[in-house]
């Protein structure tokens, strides 16, 4: 029997073959909607061996896409990369070019 070492020591990231963080909830909730759609499906009279079918393929792709993820992006490059997304690539400044160069000495002080 096969024994899985989970998560070695205090202050180190949860990692279950080779997944890591974010990507192991990603694959374990991905797996359980998986599931639940396969027996929705069933449940509602769509033919078995589909149901398996669908199940299977989306199930590998589910996991392909998951340690593809992983690979790339790393421990936290899914959070680097959604930061990403939320910075502006360039600032925009709607102001002409004369309010620029125009000097401001009429403004008084109270």
């Keep these: 029997m096969n024994i899985y070492h989970i998560n ?3 202050g180190r990231t949860v990692e279950f073959k080779g997944l890591k963080a974010q990507y192991l909830f990603i694959f374990s909730g991905g797996l ?7 027996m929705v499906m069933y449940m509602a009279g ?8 669908l199940g299977g393929i ?7 896409q ?5 690979g ?4 936290h490059g899914l959070m680097k990369m959604g930061a990403q997304k939320k910075h502006p690539k ?3 400044s709607r102001k002409s070019i004369y309010r620029y160069l125009k000097s ?3 403004r008084t002080d109270i």
């Design 46 to 53: 769509v033919n078995t061996y589909l149901c398996l079918i």
């Design 104 to 106: 401001n000495h009429k």
């Design 32 to 38: 359980l909607a998986i599931l639940i759609c396969v």
């Design 8 to 10: 070695k020591g205090i």
């Design 72 to 75: 790339k992006y790393g421990q």
């Design 90 to 92: 360039y600032i925009i």
């Design 66 to 70: 998951t340690f593809a993820l992983n």
């Design 58 to 64: 989306s199930g590998g792709l589910l996991t392909g």
